[in-house]
């Protein structure tokens, strides 16, 4: 087992005793000592652990918060103690790790192998389908890199993605009403959907698609009063 994956185990481990046995946060060193020492004495890298577990637990409110909405039918206390920690250490690598040392891929495949390893026999996929979720909001990132040549790339040969959003409101009895949306972070947001990337419509307009997408995302039948504005960026 590799020393990064073994330490990734054993902080899985130390967390899932301090969730299940509600141990203080002060006491929570104590745990991974003695973890270290039963399970990998002198072959782990232990400051990339300490880091690793106070950035899981300091960040807890917050992953757990994206699991819940990545997962809306499982409720955080339903998920079994596992599955609900690997979640949480994959989520925090997945989001707040430096991509240079923990790419996005890496992250959600470390978890997987915890959750098949530790988890139970739907666990995986379970794991598996939550950071999928979060990685496609976050947008893939990595999906598409080849090495140093992607990185030299010219921008004409990146592939054009179109979206389009909408400040979708109402006004009655002099009060205005916004239709806002949440993310999967929890966040309220605008209405918006990529336009153009079903082929039997690649050809529609902006206010075509954004006004299906608004459909789609709200149920709601919008009509579109002016351009408030655009904006275009190149991400490699």
């Known amino acids: 087992m590799a020393n990064r994956h073994l ?41 990339f652990m300490e880091r690793l577990l106070d950035g899981v637990l300091g960040k807890q409110t917050e992953l757990d918060l994206v699991i819940e909405k990545a997962a809306p039918e499982w409720p955080i206390d339903r998920i079994s103690p596992v599955d609900r920690n690997i979640l949480r250490l994959g989520l925090f690598e997945l989001l707040f790790a430096d991509r240079a040392q923990v790419p996005a891929k890496v992250a959600i495949n470390e978890a997987i192998e915890l959750a ?5 026999e ?47 409101y109402a006004k009655h009895d002099g ?10 972070f929890g966040h309220w947001t605008l209405s918006k959907g990529k336009i153009g990337d079903n082929p039997e419509i690649a050809n529609e307009t902006v206010e075509e698609g ?15 009063e002016e351009k408030i504005g655009e904006n275009e960026y190149v991400a490699s």
């Open 7 to 47: 330490s990734r185990s054993i902080v899985l481990q130390t967390i899932f005793e301090w969730d299940l046995n509600a141990i203080d946060r002060k006491d929570i060193i104590a745990v991974l000592d003695r973890n270290i020492e039963e399970f990998a004495p002198n072959k782990t890298d232990r400051p």
């Open 116 to 120: 098949k390893t530790f988890g139970g």
């Open 122 to 168: 739907s666990s995986g996929r379970f794991v598996n389908g939550v950071l999928g979720a979060v990685y496609k909001e976050l947008g893939e990132p990595g999906k598409d890199e080849q090495g140093k040549k992607a990185a030299k790339q010219k921008y004409t040969d990146l592939p054009l993605q179109r979206l389009g959003g909408a400040v979708v």
């Open 175 to 184: 009060q205005y009403y916004l239709a806002l949306v949440h993310d999967v």
């Open 210 to 224: 954004t006004t299906r997408e608004v459909k789609e995302e709200i149920g709601l039948d919008i009509v579109i």
